[in-house]
């Protein structure tokens, strides 16, 4: 199966209703996005004539590409970053959870008008599941990078789905406390709400909200690049801890070190590939092929090793 090449704002500006893509993702880079191979796959295994790319889009460019889009008759997109929040005043309607979320990761294209979804939060409760055989809302959870993109996501989700427990930790701590105040503040909160608590990632009381936790969440960008260390010391792990990494680049320290103390543990591949399938659902209204998409990603995923 061949993946497209990156196209820019420019082959937008060219493809006036004849466009080469029905489906794409959107961000800045983008060059190395796994949702092409990953769709491409979904779309195949449907027996759908469309194509799916990447679109190199920088930020000043997303006024025009969304505009440009809407007239090339495409089915939808994806974005990341740093696209997600931007989009917002270009969308005709925002579904619920995007909007609590604060962030769309994607664009259903329909009958002139654009709709914002966003699956990350939801792929994250159906990895877990799928991973683990329990229900995220049932967690104590303790997020390691609660100051990033992706642990907001996660720690709004968690809130969502009624968490009892949730232990934000962040070197930059004062970001942490932030969220905890976004998400005291969420509408629509389960009762009862869950206890919140910000921490700095050299906290002396780590110790003891690890000891009341039941999965680490780890979110920050620590293990992404080569000789990367673990955010979080071998000794603070527990055997019952589950412990997901959110990277699924590369194996990381902490899934090492997981495996070490005897720990069940997972990566991002899940989340990466249950946020794609909620979004092929979006575009489809019928169920995504998980299997085949698994399959691609797994492949894209050995290929750029
Ligand atoms: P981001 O917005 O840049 O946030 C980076 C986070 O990492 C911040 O919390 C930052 O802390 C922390 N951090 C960075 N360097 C650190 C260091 N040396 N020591 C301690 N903490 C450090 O990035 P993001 O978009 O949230 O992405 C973060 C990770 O999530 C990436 O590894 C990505 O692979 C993963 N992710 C996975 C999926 C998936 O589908 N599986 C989706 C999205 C993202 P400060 O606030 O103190 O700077």
């Known amino acids: 199966m061949s993946t ?14 004849s466009a080469p893509l029905q489906l794409a993702v959107l961000g800045d880079p983008v060059a190395h996005s796994a949702s092409p191979p990953m769709h491409m796959a979904a779309l195949e295994a449907c027996g759908l004539l469309h194509t799916y790319g990447r679109i190199h889009i920088r930020p000043e460019e997303l006024p025009e590409a969304m505009r440009l889009l809407k007239e090339s008759a495409f089915i939808g997109v994806n974005l990341t970053i740093p696209h997600k929040t931007a989009v917002l005043p270009f969308l005709n ?3 619920p959870h995007a909007r609590i ?3 769309v990761n994607t664009v ?3 009958e002139g008008r654009l709709t914002g979804f966003n699956t990350d939060g939801k792929g994250l409760t159906r990895a877990i599941a799928e991973d683990f055989g329990v229900d995220l809302g049932a967690l ?13 996501a996660v720690a709004l989700q968690c809130a969502l789905e009624g968490c009892p427990k949730i232990t934000l930790v962040n070197r930059t701590r004062e970001k942490a406390a932030a969220l905890a105040e976004e998400i005291a503040s969420l509408p629509g909160l389960p009762q009862p709400p869950p206890i919140v608590t910000a921490l700095g990632a ?8 690890l000891e009341a936790t039941d999965i680490i969440l780890q979110c920050s960008s620590v293990g992404m690049k080569d000789g990367d260390p673990s955010p979080l010391p071998l000794r603070f792990l527990r055997r019952e801890h589950l412990v997901y990494d959110t990277i699924y680049s590369r194996p990381t320290q902490l899934l090492a070190d997981a495996r070490t103390v005897g720990a069940r543990s997972s990566n991002g591949l899940s989340m990466l590939l249950h946020q794609g399938a909620l979004a092929f659902e979006i575009w489809f209204q019928r169920a995504a092929p998980v299997e085949a998409m698994r ?10 090793a």
């Not at 050299?202 to 909200?209: F, I, M, N």
């Open 4 to 17: 497209p090449a990156v196209f820019t704002v420019e082959d937008l500006r060219h493809w006036k209703g």
């Open 93 to 95: 309607a925002v579904d």
């Open 101 to 103: 979320m604060g962030a």
């Open 108 to 110: 259903l294209f329909k």
């Open 140 to 152: 104590r959870v303790l997020i390691l990078g609660a100051g990033g993109g992706a642990g907001r």
């Open 202 to 209: 050299d906290s002396v009381t780590l110790s003891a909200h």
């Open 295 to 304: 399959t691609a990603l797994r492949l894209f995923r050995a290929s750029a």
